[in-house]
């Protein structure tokens, strides 16, 4: 019998989440207040949640790695959040925006919850206005939609470019409200550790207090893990600098299944890399590409003179420039999904057409756009990412076009959970980019906020009740239990040894190498021998690693420390990436593999083999994880290949 | 680029703590200012000396994590510009830059650079959000919002709670942060119900953990990376004293 139960209920797609809602299990007000809960995030997912849970009358302690919980990386959200609302009446409906998503994510993701989840987006649109985030207006007072990231509706609500930092705020004001009543306990500055397991199920955590470097220990009756993607073992990532993946990889290891761990996103439109010192790259919203074109030189000399600075972009007349996504993707043009924009730009400079001084770039024009709208539109669509964009390179987008690179942007892949988002482990919940489950290989724009607020707002709420309602005899488990004491010393060795290494090579150093080798032979484009030299690589760094790292000695906070535990665990997580990509032999949205594509060059699935989830699961350091497989069943889509011609 | 660097040491928030001189050669004009500072604590982490703390976290300007004093400066003197933004090209090859600490009472010191801001958190759970619970709220076009005014909500949303207005005040008032929130619901139908306790439960928490008055100098408007204006003091303060005639608290 398979491991793997995604719990999805029986009857018409429609219907599966009413008729879960019409028959989960109730807990009595009086029995929620003598039930906590532990929730690892305040982004949106864990924002939202704790606060709903926190709503509801449960006993919530929740805890963020930064000094507040407003400044969870979901805050760095620009373009939008999408929802089947049609009140453009441009012909959209919950079921478009399902089919969309499951296609969109090349046939990899689960249908009953994608379905759920377009279901759920119109009662988030409502609740953050009914919150008071200042979503744009159009003049009669209702509220503005606009196309994005190859959506051919437009279903995407936004806040100027800083859609995420304004959901975000509310979520935030919703869990300060709830902070106020006494329902929340609000923990800044910690970082966990561990989860705590008794007998069988999710009863705690261990958490770092990063001002005084103690641990400390916390017991509840669930475990929610609302911690983010993890982005940042590339390195250089859009991600935030605390954002890691260590949360899920302990959850991991303790008996949490990682699921298709090799689907990350690379965003089209980055800033390009422009030095070693780099910590982080940026992102611009991937509206850009809604008025922007992209081009190329069609002449490799024009590119060759470009890089040297011989010549400027303004020099190149119309007829010379190769706008090569509306030549190769007519029906979709600029508006392509994001793997396949970022791998065109990738080829594009790969066969010598790039530019900027790198030879990593190309262009994002505006100029037509400008002619076409004037530039005070452009500047009302765009005047904050142009304004970013001249901050970081020094140059004004509205006479110059930009230049932009791919860069990792996103993880599908996370914890596996089932339709409940309980992982493997019982009473252990994932939510937002932690789990895997609603984006397939490849995720939409403006769907990520729409999955961190439906998992947290709508889904837990229910489910964590569900899981609770035969909970309310047992006692939540005292800190001084055995467990707690026995994974309290796990961790504090871990943290000993990584002390009593004393070598030479910074933390810095050792993750930038790794980022290096995760994008050469894991990144965009992967190919079998690059991804077994990847895997030996990484294992040869991570020996490194623990033979010479060097982690400064420091009573309470030691940012080192904190990045070293990281980075650990990234090097850990780096080769299940690769392993995953490896045993994947077929192309799929962010997963490319060389050796599986059309004649064309575009992402060849292999549905009669591969139309399954890969859920991993941990059995020790010095053995092979075991690969456990959900077959994907498609019901209600029609599985094809992806075309935006 | 080459820099002489005086940064505020501080090892934590009982010790005392002082300026200590760096040198930092070879410095990319293209870094921020906080690459500029990665590039500063892997030299000491080489030489086995203690890396400078700071806050950061998005390293694009919006998560407002980051807050440098540079050079007398919060965000140093460029305007709508957050720490992590700044480039050193914007500074003079040779200069000497003096890097502190956010000094406000309300901000205690934790560690060199990083302060603790959660009294900001304690003012937002005051009061600065709409009741609402999740679900069973109306349709979103139910509520029509007059563009103008949704625009004026967005500028004063916009705030991403640094604590630059604060660090700049002489007498470390909180008025800009408070106001940009205040503001924001004031401005939008959502906001209305509770406008009334909102507006005094936010100032009486603010006066209660320790910040300022506002003299008026709008050296906040000056400072802030997102240019939040003043005109939103004002309308807090007529929103105050509106709602102090009108129904003061009850506990006052």
């Known amino acids: ?645 | 680029m080459n820099f002489k660097l005086k940064i505020w040491r501080q090892a934590d928030a009982k010790s005392k703590g002082k300026f200590v001189d760096y040198e930092l050669n070879d410095v990319p004009a293209e870094a921020s200012f906080l690459e500029m500072l990665d590039i500063l604590n892997e030299t000491l982490v080489r030489k086995g000396e203690d890396p400078v703390s700071f806050d950061h976290d998005c390293r694009e300007g919006i998560c407002g994590a980051c807050g440098l004093y540079i050079n007398g400066h919060p965000h140093g003197n460029f305007k709508n510009t957050t720490t992590c933004q700044l480039h050193m090209r914007k500074f003079r090859d040779g200069e000497t830059i003096t890097v502190e600490p956010w000094r406000a009472k309300p901000f205690p010191v934790i560690k060199d650079l990083m302060v603790d801001r959660s009294a900001l958190d304690a003012i937002i759970q005051a009061g600065g959000f709409v009741s609402c619970h999740t679900g069973g709220v109306p349709d979103a076009n139910s509520i029509l919002v007059n563009k103008k005014d949704a625009d004026l909500a967005m500028d004063a949303a916009s705030c991403i709670g640094c604590g630059a207005c604060v660090a700049t005040c002489k007498n470390a008032s909180a008025m800009l942060f408070v106001s940009a929130k205040v503001s924001q619901f004031a401005l939008l139908p959502q906001g209305q119900v509770e406008a009334r306790e909102r507006v005094q439960k936010m100032v009486r928490k603010m006066d209660e953990l320790g910040f300022g008055n506002c003299s008026n100098t709008y050296a906040c408007q000056a400072e802030c990376p997102k240019s939040i204006s003043v005109t939103n003091i004002a309308r807090m303060n007529r929103q105050y004293l509106s709602a102090r005639l009108a129904d003061p608290l009850q506990e006052d």
């Not at chain 1, 505006?366 to 020094?394: P, S, W």
């Open chain 1, 1 to 645: 019998m398979n491991v793997l139960d995604s719990k999805i209920p029986l009857g018409d797609i429609r219907e599966k989440w009413n008729s879960y809602k019409a028959g989960q299990q109730l807990v009595n007000p009086a029995n929620k207040r003598k039930l906590d809960i532990i929730v690892i995030g305040t982004g949106l997912a864990g924002a939202s949640a704790a606060a709903s849970l926190g709503e509801m009358g449960f006993n919530v302690k929740v805890f963020c790695i930064q000094d507040s919980p407003r400044r969870a990386h979901s805050i760095a959200a620009q373009g939008g959040i999408n929802a089947a609302k049609n009140y453009p009446n441009d012909g959209d409906s919950i079921w478009r925006l399902f089919y969309d998503t499951v296609k969109g994510g090349d046939y990899r993701a689960r249908e009953a919850n994608v379905y759920r989840l377009a279901e759920l987006s119109n009662n988030i649109i409502d609740q953050c206005v009914a919150q008071g985030v200042p979503f744009a207006r159009e003049y009669s007072g209702m509220l503005a939609n606009r196309s994005f990231g190859g959506a051919q509706v437009s279903r995407t609500f936004y806040a100027r470019g800083q859609t995420g930092q304004q959901l975000l705020l509310g979520a935030y004001g919703a869990l300060s409200k709830e902070v106020a009543r006494g329902t929340v306990q609000m923990f800044t500055r910690r970082e966990m550790m561990d989860i705590v397991i008794v007998d069988g199920r999710a009863r705690g955590v261990i958490v770092r207090n990063l001002v005084t470097g103690a641990l400390e220990r916390y017991s509840a009756h669930a475990v929610v893990l609302a911690s983010g993607g993890y982005g940042n073992v590339f390195f250089l990532s859009t991600n935030a600098m605390s954002s890691n993946g260590s949360a899920i990889w302990h959850a991991y290891k303790k008996g949490a299944f990682m699921a298709n761990p090799c689907f990350t996103q690379i965003h089209p439109t980055c800033i390009p890399v422009h030095g070693d010192y780099q910590s982080k790259l940026t992102l611009m919203s991937e509206s850009l590409r809604n008025d922007g074109r992209i081009w190329t030189p069609k002449d490799k000399d024009v590119a060759e003179r470009l890089r040297k600075g011989l010549m400027k972009a303004s020099d190149i007349a119309e007829e010379d420039r190769d706008y090569y996504l509306e030549r190769r993707y007519p029906a979709f043009g600029n508006l392509v999904p994001r793997d396949v924009a970022s791998r065109a730009a990738k080829e594009r400079c790969d066969d010598g057409f790039g530019v900027n001084n790198t030879g990593r770039a190309v262009f994002l024009d505006f100029k037509e756009a400008i002619q076409r709208l004037g530039k005070h539109t452009v500047e009302a669509r765009y005047g904050n990412l142009f304004e970013m964009y001249e901050r970081i390179v020094d140059e004004n987008p509205y006479d110059t076009p930009m230049m932009i690179y791919p860069a990792v942007h996103y993880t599908m892949g996370g914890l596996w959970v089932d339709y409940e988002l309980q992982t493997t482990v019982k009473g252990l919940f994932a939510a937002g980019e932690a789990n895997f489950s609603d984006h397939g290989a490849n995720r939409l724009g403006a769907s990520a906020l729409m999955q961190g607020l439906s998992d947290g707002y709508f889904i837990l709420p229910y489910t964590l009740q569900n899981y609770l309602a035969d909970q309310i005899r047992e006692p939540v488990v005292p800190v001084s239990d055995n467990a707690f004491v026995e994974t309290e010393k796990e961790v504090q060795k871990r943290i000993d040894t990584l002390l009593n290494v004393n070598g030479k090579t910074t933390v810095d150093t050792i993750h930038k190498h790794l980022g290096n080798i995760m994008w050469e032979y894991v990144g965009m484009a992967r190919e079998k021998q690059g991804l077994m030299k990847a895997v030996d690589m990484i294992r040869d760094l991570r020996a490194e690693f623990w033979h010479d790292v060097r982690v400064p000695r420091r009573d309470g906070m030691n940012n080192e420390l904190e990045k070293a535990l990281r980075v650990a665990d990234f090097l850990e997580m780096g080769e299940l990436i690769a392993r995953d990509a490896l045993m994947r032999e077929e192309s799929c949205g962010g997963h490319f593999r060389i050796e599986y594509q059309t004649a064309d060059g575009e992402a060849l699935r292999n549905d009669k083999d591969f139309s399954f989830v890969a859920a991993y699961e941990y059995k020790g350091n010095d053995n092979a994880p075991v690969l456990h497989k959900e077959e994907l069943e498609f019901e209600n889509v029609e599985v094809k290949q992806r075309n935006y011609k």
